[in-house]
C-alpha cells in the first residue's frame, strides 16, 4: 500500500444526525490540513481524524454527545458512519452514557493507504478499542465491552474540497 502513518492515540447514508454540518470553512479551522490535501497522505489524515472523531462521540459523564464533525466527514453511502451516529444520539436521547471508548493504534501498527478505483483510497488501521462501559441514566452498569483490536478499512473519497468517508468494514485480528 501507498502511505503509511503511526499515531499514537485516537482519542477517548441512512439517517442523518440532528447535528449542524460544520462548513468545509469552519472544519478547516478545527481539522489538521491533511484532511483538506488530495494525496495518500491526506486521506490516511483523514482516516485518523475521522476514527478519533467517532471515538469522542458518545455522551460520556462529562459531554454531551457530538457527531457533528464526523456527519460533515461522511458520504451519503456510508452506512458504518450513520449507523454509528444514529446509536450515538439513540444512546444520549435514553441518557445512556458511554465511557472508556477510546481507539488507540499505538501498539499495533501504521495506517496504510493506498488507491482502489476511480480515485477511492482504502485506509487499513489497526485499531485497539478499549474496554467500553456502557451507563443507565440512574448511574448503574447497563454492560461492558472487553478490550478488542480490530482492523478498520475505511473507503475515502475526495470531493468539495476534503476526503470524505464512504464505508468502514471492521475485522477482528
Given at each position: 500500500?501507498?502511505?503509511?502513518h503511526?499515531?499514537?492515540?485516537?482519542?477517548?447514508?441512512?439517517?442523518?444526525?440532528?447535528?449542524?454540518?460544520?462548513?468545509?470553512?469552519?472544519?478547516?479551522?478545527?481539522?489538521?490540513?491533511?484532511?483538506?490535501?488530495h494525496?495518500?497522505?491526506?486521506?490516511?489524515?483523514?482516516?485518523?481524524?475521522?476514527?478519533?472523531?467517532?471515538?469522542?462521540s458518545?455522551?460520556d459523564?462529562?459531554?454531551?454527545?457530538?457527531?457533528?464533525?464526523?456527519?460533515?466527514?461522511?458520504?451519503?453511502?456510508?452506512?458504518?458512519c450513520?449507523?454509528?451516529?444514529?446509536?450515538v444520539?439513540?444512546?444520549?436521547?435514553?441518557?445512556?452514557?458511554?465511557?472508556?471508548y477510546?481507539?488507540?493504534?499505538?501498539?499495533?501498527?501504521?495506517?496504510?493507504?493506498?488507491?482502489?478505483?476511480?480515485?477511492?483510497?482504502?485506509?487499513?488501521?489497526?485499531?485497539?478499542?478499549?474496554?467500553?462501559?456502557?451507563?443507565?441514566?440512574?448511574?448503574?452498569?447497563?454492560?461492558?465491552?472487553?478490550?478488542s483490536?480490530v482492523?478498520?478499512?475505511?473507503?475515502?473519497?475526495?470531493?468539495?474540497?476534503?476526503?470524505?468517508?464512504?464505508?468502514?468494514?471492521?475485522?477482528p485480528?
Amino acid at each position: 500500500m501507498g502511505s503509511r502513518h503511526g499515531h499514537g492515540s485516537l482519542g477517548g447514508g441512512h439517517g442523518r444526525s440532528r447535528d449542524t454540518f460544520p462548513t468545509v470553512d469552519e472544519l478547516r479551522e478545527i481539522l489538521p490540513a491533511g484532511v483538506f490535501e488530495h494525496s495518500l497522505d491526506g486521506a490516511a489524515t483523514a482516516a485518523y481524524v475521522y476514527l478519533t472523531f467517532a471515538s469522542e462521540s458518545y455522551a460520556d459523564l462529562d459531554r454531551p454527545a457530538d457527531t457533528s464533525v464526523i456527519n460533515a466527514m461522511a458520504g451519503e453511502s456510508c452506512g458504518w458512519c450513520a449507523n454509528h451516529i444514529q446509536r450515538v444520539h439513540s444512546l444520549a436521547g435514553a441518557n445512556v452514557r458511554v465511557t472508556d471508548y477510546t481507539l488507540t493504534d499505538s501498539a499495533l501498527g501504521q495506517f496504510a493507504a493506498g488507491e482502489v478505483e476511480a480515485g477511492d483510497v482504502v485506509v487499513e488501521a489497526p485499531i485497539r478499542v478499549g474496554a467500553t462501559k456502557v451507563w443507565n441514566p440512574d448511574g448503574t452498569l447497563n454492560n461492558s465491552y472487553p478490550e478488542s483490536d480490530v482492523l478498520f478499512r475505511l473507503q475515502l473519497r475526495y470531493y468539495d474540497g476534503m476526503w470524505h468517508v464512504m464505508g468502514i468494514q471492521e475485522q477482528p485480528l
